[in-house]
């Protein structure tokens, strides 16, 4: 069998993810797309990143999978996780197959702010190579009559 390069089919960002035991299905609880912040810099909370990945080629398993939250401005890393994806010999597992892969990542700060613009992205490197990135939009929202929390 021919086996293409890895790809990423999706980049899902969640508060919790709970795998079901027997069928595996991943049930993402509070998905986003953005964070709503009162002022910068903020501490935001752990969330998942759920990567969606094809096209792995068990011969070269294990294959190591690095997420990072990177300053779009200067590119500095504000926080990643690794993890690694073994696909054991033998296994029923085409390259067109979907692997869902949940990562936590530990709470972080934003440093800056502009409204409307895109201050952070999450970057997916497997095998140390980027494969996918996305940005996170940063909202300034100040709640009416109560103090400034941070939230998504």
Aim: net charge positive; proline share 8%.
């Amino acid at each position: 069998m021919k086996y293409s390069e890895p790809s990423c089919h999706g980049i899902i960002f969640s508060d919790s993810v709970i795998r079901e035991e027997g069928t595996g299905k991943l049930s993402m609880i509070g998905t986003f797309t953005q964070y709503n912040l009162p002022r910068l810099p903020c501490q935001v909370p752990h969330f998942f990143v759920t990567i969606l990945l094809t096209g792995l080629n068990p011969k070269d398993s294990p294959l190591d999978v690095t997420v990072r939250i990177e300053q779009n401005k200067s590119g500095a890393v504000l926080q990643s996780v690794t993890g690694q994806i073994n696909i054991k010999k033998g296994a029923n597992y085409s390259n067109t197959d979907i692997i869902e892969l949940p990562m936590l990542l530990k709470p972080f700060t934003v440093p800056e702010h502009s409204d409307g613009q895109k201050p952070i992205k999450v970057v997916l490197l497997v095998n140390n190579e980027e494969i996918a990135s996305r940005n996170i939009k940063v909202n300034k929202v100040v709640k009416p009559g109560g103090p400034a929390t941070a939230g998504r």
